[in-house]
């Protein structure tokens, strides 16, 4: 293990403790008398960099709040394992890997050696012949078979080797071919196929297979099921011709597995076992987004993603984004019992956005468990969540201003729009800093009561205010803004899995389920009946669904 694991547990620690005690008198303090007593607030508590304007004066804390939590970043040495990541050092321990989905937005010419090997290299020439293909494929220079260009593109993968690309279409697709149809297949239910695909032409269309381990039984079944669909449009014969070559890619680190499939290792695009499946929007598994937006701005893109990694890498944690957005997290969730955060983009192509920083920051950290082992005994990862607003505002927004619990959000928003429609965009962003305002400052009864309310309704109306909430602003919503919004979170996961000491980068819980689908799997296959040794109630629901399902052929 290359960085030292320090055993000292998290909560024993006085910098912990001293936040503790802080936060007792910090719980009855509101952020109408934290305005009130300073009025420059609104701006002392607010940075930019890298394109994003960071408000988090409507979070609880005062100064002494930010140097206590700045402190404990100290003690349990963020910055060292924030440079010790950017060297290449196997931070991910329980898997002996580096976590180096920096290098992949290093700008060309850079390097960066590990284990003997500069992969800022390596990135480039994959980005280079992901460029070439691209640049065939959206020009109509690759042909189908039968000789018509691609129209359609249809990206197979799950979980990391879907999220990240679906979103990022979703986010860019002002800037996508509008004559080309993209579409994503992940769930191994059928119905995601069959619908992705039923008004395409198979000699109009190329299918790319996304898996860094080319083994996950979803995107294999589905990949099947995509080349049955191709043959039975092109003929049976287009295997054996190497037509059907015409129109499968792959993104893989495991070439033996996707040779085996049948796909010409010329299209197929690599990447590494340091890049995590959910930071790998940015490497070849982002080929459906370079293929939607073309070369040029995925390049874009990546320049966002690497100017925020060097706010991250230079900047003192007092005014770098992704360590205040970490720490704030820690200090709701650890601190003011915050169990969720909800996302809110004011933008309706980021539509994807909360349900990729899911995976990004629930699978990272959802653990319970620290890098020596020990059982934690504070809350880890907080639940991630959200929807666009103002649809939002018109459903779950009601317990964040008025319910028990405590969610802090982040409300993503942007100066300008890419479709001026009317006022439109000036009623979207009235919302949004409307909500961050209400959701601050509510409503007393004294003010609800001055408005005539009667008194039997008036607690009813009153809205308790003091609910922490970060905005987060941007000029534009373009492939570079997309990139630092990205590494914000990226880089803010990393932030909490430090001061937590677990590994935000492994996720042997997903493996279970895998394991136990596989055995359930052949139980379901049997002709005969199978002896069923689970629980009663998986016996009972195994039994039953055989009985019921459609008749087997
Ligand atoms: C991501 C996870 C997981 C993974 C999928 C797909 O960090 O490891 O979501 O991306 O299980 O895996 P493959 O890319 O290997 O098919």
């Given amino acids: 293990m290359s960085t030292e694991v320090q055993e000292t547990p998290l909560t024993t620690l006085p910098e912990w403790q001293a936040l503790e005690a802080h936060a007792t008198a910090m719980r009855a303090r509101q952020l109408r008398d934290l305005f009130g007593a300073d009025p420059t607030r609104g701006e002392r508590l607010a940075v930019e960099a890298a394109g994003l304007y960071f408000d988090y004066s409507k979070q609880r804390v005062d100064d002494e709040t930010l140097r206590l939590l700045l402190l404990l970043a100290q003690v349990r040495g963020v910055a ?65 078979h039968g000789g018509k260009p691609i129209r359609n593109v249809v990206s197979i993968g799950i979980g990391g080797s879907d999220l990240g690309p679906v979103m990022a279409y979703e986010a860019l697709k002002a800037f996508s071919r509008r004559d080309m149809v993209f579409r994503f297949v992940s769930n191994v239910d059928g119905t995601d196929f069959v619908e992705a695909t039923r008004d395409l032409d198979a000699h109009e269309t190329l299918f790319i ?63 590494w076992d340091w890049v995590g499946g959910r930071y790998s929007m940015d490497s070849a598994i982002g080929l459906s987004t370079m293929l939607a937006i073309g070369p040029e701005n995925f390049r874009a893109m990546l320049d966002g993603f690497h100017a925020m990694d060097e706010h991250f890498r230079s900047t003192p944690f007092e005014r770098s984004l992704p ?41 990272s950290n959802g653990k319970h468990v620290t890098l020596a082992g020990a059982h934690v005994d504070f809350e880890t990862g907080p639940i991630y969540w959200g929807e666009p607003g103002t649809n939002g505002q018109h ?36 919302n949004l800093f409307a909500q961050t305002e209400a959701l601050a400052f509510g409503k007393t009864l004294q003010q609800v009561l001055a408005e005539g309310t009667s008194e039997a309704l008036a607690p009813h109306r009153v809205c308790e205010g003091n609910r922490p909430t970060t905005t987060i602003l941007a000029d534009v919503l373009d492939p570079r803004t997309l990139g630092t919004l990205v590494a914000l979170y990226e880089h803010s996961v990393f932030v909490q899995g430090a001061i937590w000491q677990i590994d935000s980068y492994d996720q042997w819980g997903v493996e279970l389920g895998k394991q136990l689908a596989k055995q359930t799997e052949k139980e379901l296959a049997s002709r005969e009946e199978p002896t069923l040794a689970h629980d009663s109630s998986t016996n009972a629901l195994i039994r039953r669904y055989r009985a019921r399902r459609e008749p087997r052929r």
Avoid at 239 to 244: P, T
Avoid at 342 to 361: D, G, H, I, N, S
Avoid at 412 to 424: A, E, K, S, W, Y
């Fill in 80 to 144: 060292e394992r924030r440079d010790a990541m950017f060297r290449g050092e196997h931070i991910n321990s329980t898997e002996d890997r580096a976590v180096l989905h920096v290098a992949l937005r290093m700008p060309k010419g850079s390097t960066l050696v590990v284990d003997g090997t500069d992969v800022v290299a390596e990135v480039h020439e994959v980005l280079d012949r992901m460029t070439a293909f691209a640049d065939q494929v959206r020009s109509g220079e690759w042909k189908g």
């Fill in 209 to 271: 297979i996304c898996s860094k381990t080319f083994t996950t039984l979803e995107t294999l079944t589905n990949a099947h099921a995509a080349r049955r669909w191709c043959l039975e449009q092109l003929g049976q014969d287009a295997e054996k011709s190497g037509a059907i070559a015409r129109h499968f890619a792959a993104v893989s680190t495991n070439e033996k597995g996707v040779r085996e499939f049948g796909i010409d290792p010329e299209r197929m695009f690599g990447f």
């Fill in 323 to 363: 360590a205040l957005m970490g720490l704030i997290a820690i200090w709701n969730n650890n601190f003011l019992g915050a169990s969720t955060v909800a996302v809110l983009p004011y933008a309706e192509y980021m539509k994807r956005f909360p349900a990729y920083l899911q995976q990004l920051t629930m699978e």
């Fill in 395 to 430: 459903s779950f927004y009601q317990l964040i201003h008025q319910g028990t619990r405590l969610v802090p959000c982040d409300f993503i928003g942007f100066n300008r729009t890419r479709n001026p429609l009317g006022d439109q965009h000036d009623l979207l962003m009235a």
